[in-house]
């Protein structure tokens, strides 16, 4: 691996029994890898926890309804609602860390999303998934994830909104 990689996420570990099946089929962020279902809030990321406790001083825990899926090219994913606060703590983080642009700057604006399923297998996790729309959860932690292998992460601090 060429350099230290880490993530900002908000996870959802309540919402495992409900995506994690497809998550394990096919996500670059498979359970097994050690990664819950969660929202990407920066990628790449410094492993500055104390600055990023600062830039999400503001924002407090808050309850997420995830009732759509939707796609990006093959990519299924759950839309929270409300979408506005990872878009502020997405930005906050990047304000403090301008040298880490979301996902490197590849995509204009910021898309919260939970990622349930990538390549071919959308249409049958679509089917799957959808029945047990509207799932809720509780945003109530940031955890910084590292890159510890190609394929694996670890969970290197948590920080309580």
Same mark, same amino acid.
Do not use: N
């Given at each position: 691996?060429?350099?230290?990689? /880490? ?12 995506v ?38 503001? /924002? ?5 309804? /995830? ?95």
């Open positions: 691996m060429p350099s230290e990689r /880490f993530a900002f996420t908000i996870p959802f570990r309540d919402l495992a029994p409900a994690d099946v497809w998550r394990e089929r096919s996500c670059e962020s498979k359970p097994s890898h050690g990664v819950p279902p969660h929202v990407t809030l920066l990628i790449p990321a410094p492993a500055d926890v104390d600055g990023a406790a600062e830039a999400l001083g503001p /924002f407090g825990a808050f309850d997420v309804r /995830f009732a759509r899926l939707d796609r990006f090219p093959g990519t299924l994913w759950l839309a929270p609602e409300p979408g506005g606060p990872f878009v502020a703590m997405t930005e906050a983080l990047a304000a403090r860390f301008p040298e880490h642009a979301p996902y490197e700057g590849a995509f204009e604006g910021i898309t919260p999303h939970l990622t349930v399923a990538q390549g071919e297998d959308l249409d049958e996790a679509a089917t799957a998934v959808e029945p047990q729309l509207p799932l809720r959860a509780r945003a109530s932690s940031v955890v910084l994830f590292e890159q510890v292998a190609p394929d694996r992460w670890r969970e290197r601090a948590e920080l309580a909104l």
